[in-house]
């Protein structure tokens, strides 16, 4: 099993930056591929970014390329996405999610069995 804890969204003006947070727990966090989703109401959840093992193999939905960027400390057991230039239309419940398999269907929410219970962001115009 698997434990997420997602922190460290909030309210932010339009053009502005936060840094989301998630804390893993549970089997061995080095070995598990994390990605970001996010869901806004009436909306389908959607993949934001994917990080795997060693960190050296990322990838970014495009609406968030030059502006998210996801990493991972393994000794913290933490995975960060660090969202800068943040737009309206990035407000959303940010869920942090678990898998130990690198599958090439990583942009779908059913490949990850493991999800924290989600932080807010909401970015203002």
């Known amino acids: 099993q698997v434990q997420l804890v997602e922190s460290g969204g909030g309210l932010v003006q339009a053009g502005g930056s936060l840094r989301l947070s998630c804390a893993a727990s549970?089997?061995?966090?080095?070995?598990?591929?994390m990605g970001w989703f996010r869901q806004s109401p009436g909306k389908e959840r959607e993949f934001v970014a994917v990080?795997?093992?060693?960190?050296?193999?990322?990838y970014y939905t495009d609406s968030v390329k030059g502006r998210f960027t996801i990493s991972r400390d393994n000794a913290k057991n933490t995975v960060y996405l660090q969202m800068n230039s943040l737009k309206p239309e990035d407000t959303a419940v940010y869920l942090c999610?678990?898998?130990?398999?690198?599958?090439?269907?990583?942009?779908?929410?059913?490949?990850?069995?493991?999800w924290g219970q989600g932080t807010q962001v909401t970015v203002s115009s």
């Open positions: 990080i795997g093992w060693s960190a050296v193999v990322k």
């Open positions: 999610a678990a898998s130990f398999d690198f599958s090439a269907s990583y942009y779908q929410s059913s490949q990850y069995p493991y």
């Open positions: 549970g089997r061995t966090f080095s070995s598990s591929v």
